[in-house]
């Protein structure tokens, strides 16, 4: 079992950035792909980017390419997703997720445990 919290959402301005965190409590945090997910309102749970459980591979959506980083520290049991550049349709909720496969797939069923989510608002 992982039990996921994030953290560091908020109002915001376009062209602003934030820091989102998750710690993770369990066992073998390494042995887990992380990912963040968004979902706005009347919309489906969007990929925003993941990465594998050693840190060698990172990926991410088209709409955060080149603006977000995720991060990890396994020593700390933590992720990070940096936001820069935000936009108002960046507006979300945002959740942190991890999978047990090896590889990444960016679909929420490739993912077993998710946290509670935290938002984020950018206002234009």
């Known amino acids: 079992q992982v039990q996921l919290v994030e953290s560091g959402g908020g109002l915001v301005q376009a062209g602003d950035s934030l820091r989102l965190s998750c710690a993770a409590s369990?066992?073998?945090?390494?042995?887990?792909?992380m990912g963040w997910f968004r979902q706005a309102p009347g919309k489906e749970r969007e990929f925003v980017a993941a990465v594998t459980g050693n840190g060698d591979n990172t990926q991410y959506g088209d709409s955060v390419k080149g603006r977000f980083t995720l991060s990890r520290d396994n020593a700390k049991n933590t992720v990070f997703l940096q936001m820069n550049s935000l936009k108002p349709e960046d507006t979300a909720v945002y959740y942190c997720?991890?999978?047990?496969?090896?590889?990444?797939?960016?679909?929420?069923?490739?993912?077993?445990?998710w946290g509670q989510g935290t938002p984020v608002t950018v206002s234009s």
């Open positions: 369990g066992r073998a945090f390494s042995n887990y792909v």
């Open positions: 997720a991890a999978g047990q496969e090896i590889q990444i797939r960016r679909t929420r069923w490739a993912f077993d445990y």
